[in-house]
């Protein structure tokens, strides 16, 4: 009897010891921002100020009413978000200024709509390529303005290691890149 008592308190022990310095891995998701539910009004927005992305049961896409491969998704987005068809609005825009494109960045709004067939591969697989084409642009202004990628510069500020003084400075300059190519992105209910 008294060996068996030994035993379970030798497993109990071994199971908290266990528990205790056991790390369990969360999925990330998606980082989004949900809108407050106040200011859920409808918005007027010109259709050139919008690309429509439509995933449908297929798992095909429709950009502005086209069908586009998800390998081309990238560069439509960053053609859209970086038109600055209004000049004096966006003086770092290199697009063509196309008139039936978006304005400027700040008003560039990427609506993605799926079908409820669509795979979750699919709904991600086009995510991740938005993503991109915004990381792309901000990429390309942090060279031109900081000599510094701006995902080098997430992830130097996500260090713990970082210097603070070197952080702070990081913040603004990541937020000033995230304030020029703004993530507009959304998904309207069918």
């Given at each position: 009897?008294?060996?068996?008592?030994?035993?379970?308190?030798?497993?109990?022990?071994?199971?908290?010891?266990?528990?205790?310095?056991?790390?369990?891995?969360?999925?990330?998701?998606?980082?989004?921002?949900?809108p407050?539910?106040?200011?859920?009004?409808?918005?007027?927005?010109?259709?050139?100020n919008?690309?429509?992305?439509?995933?449908?049961?297929?798992?095909?896409?429709?950009?502005?009413k086209?069908?586009?491969?998800?390998?081309?998704?990238?560069?439509k987005?960053?053609?859209?978000?970086?038109?600055g068809?209004?000049?004096?609005?966006?003086?770092?825009?290199?697009?063509?200024?196309?008139p039936?494109?978006?304005?400027?960045?700040?008003?560039?709004?990427?609506?993605?709509?799926?079908?409820?067939?669509?795979?979750?591969?699919?709904?991600i697989?086009?995510?991740?390529?938005?993503?991109?084409?915004?990381h792309a642009?901000?990429?390309?202004?942090?060279?031109?303005?900081?000599?510094?990628d701006?995902?080098?510069?997430?992830?130097?500020y996500?260090?713990?290691?970082?210097?603070?003084?070197?952080?702070?400075?990081?913040?603004i300059?990541?937020?000033?890149?995230?304030?020029?190519?703004?993530?507009?992105?959304?998904?309207?209910?069918?």
């Amino acid at each position: 009897r008294n060996v068996f008592v030994m035993w379970v308190s030798v497993i109990v022990l071994l199971l908290i010891f266990f528990l205790v310095t056991t790390t369990i891995n969360t999925d990330a998701g998606l980082d989004r921002m949900l809108p407050d539910i106040k200011s859920t009004t409808k918005i007027d927005v010109k259709e050139r100020n919008v690309l429509e992305i439509v995933i449908n049961k297929n798992n095909e896409l429709l950009v502005d009413k086209q069908v586009l491969q998800l390998s081309e998704l990238r560069e439509k987005a960053i053609l859209f978000i970086d038109n600055g068809g209004v000049p004096e609005k966006c003086s770092y825009c290199e697009g063509a200024r196309r008139p039936e494109s978006s304005e400027y960045p700040l008003i560039a709004l990427i609506s993605i709509k799926n079908h409820r067939e669509t795979t979750y591969e699919a709904y991600i697989g086009v995510q991740n390529e938005v993503v991109a084409a915004y990381h792309a642009l901000r990429n390309r202004e942090g060279q031109r303005l900081f000599q510094r990628d701006y995902t080098t510069m997430e992830t130097v500020y996500a260090d713990p290691q970082t210097d603070a003084t070197v952080k702070n400075v990081m913040k603004i300059q990541i937020k000033q890149l995230q304030e020029m190519y703004p993530l507009n992105v959304v998904e309207p209910l069918n």
